[in-house]
């Protein structure tokens, strides 16, 4: 019954790995959004997708890369992690980009050590 | 840029009172304020919106108030459980096209039993 999904839950990995998250969600929805938490709770879009168009890309360092292999599932591809992307991510899904309520999945926790 | 601001410091309140958090905004004028509620380990879950010509929503025991004169919202959840322990976030959609929200850091509220 879970409306948006994602996997992991938990990562744990090393500075300069190359790791994936994956999101999925069965709502129907067209859009799909990609946010980041920090360790002080601030929640910041990254990217959205429409349809599996790209619509948002917020300033993100060029080794996120997002990817829409269809419009029920947005996966997120990090290269050389960094400290820095020690966070929470969480995926998102709204009928549409006019829509006012957004369901959030459980969030993947990465820490990268 | 746009901005919103929460109370960081956590509000402890005593059960069966009535709790009141605060959102401010500054650089826009929103037409809409979401709250949303955030569990320890979960992704945020959507509560309420309010529109800017609607001074005040009510759903069961929350009320959400918007004033565009102060560019604030409160958020009011009256007879308190310790159930209602969470952060609350507040929100606002600055495109319609892309979806695109803004949210504040959150308040954590405690309730004591």
């Known amino acids: 019954d879970t409306a948006v999904s994602q996997t992991p839950k938990y990562l744990v990995t090393q500075m300069g790995n190359d790791k994936s998250i994956k999101c999925e969600q069965n709502?129907?929805?067209?859009?799909m959004y990609w946010y980041k938490q920090d360790s002080k709770k601030f929640l910041k879009i990254m990217f959205s997708?429409?349809?599996?168009?790209?619509?948002i890309n917020e300033t993100v360092p060029n080794r996120f890369s997002p990817k829409s292999p269809d419009k029920a599932h947005l996966n997120l591809h990090i290269n050389s992690l960094e400290l820095g992307d020690s966070a929470v991510y969480f995926c998102?899904?709204?009928?549409?980009?006019?829509?006012?309520?957004?369901?959030f999945g459980p969030g993947t926790r990465l820490t990268v050590l | 840029s746009q901005k919103i601001e929460q109370n960081s410091e956590a509000l402890n309140i005593q059960e069966g009172k009535t709790a009141t958090l605060t959102c401010n905004y500054t650089?826009?004028?929103?037409?809409?304020l979401q709250w949303y509620r955030q569990d320890p380990g979960r992704g945020p879950v959507f509560l309420l919106l309010i529109r800017e010509n609607e001074k005040e929503k009510r759903k069961e025991r929350l009320k959400v108030t918007f004033d565009t004169t102060l560019k604030q919202s409160l958020f009011h959840i009256t007879a308190s459980q310790p159930a209602d322990s969470a952060t609350y976030l507040c929100a606002y959609r600055i495109s319609s096209n892309t979806g695109k929200l803004i949210f504040g850091q959150g308040t954590t509220l405690q309730v004591k039993p």
């Open positions: 997708y429409n349809n599996k168009e790209l619509i």
């Open positions: 709502l129907g929805h067209d859009t």
């Open positions: 998102a899904s709204s009928q549409t980009t006019g829509s006012n309520e957004q369901f």
């Open positions: 650089n826009y004028s929103p037409a809409y």
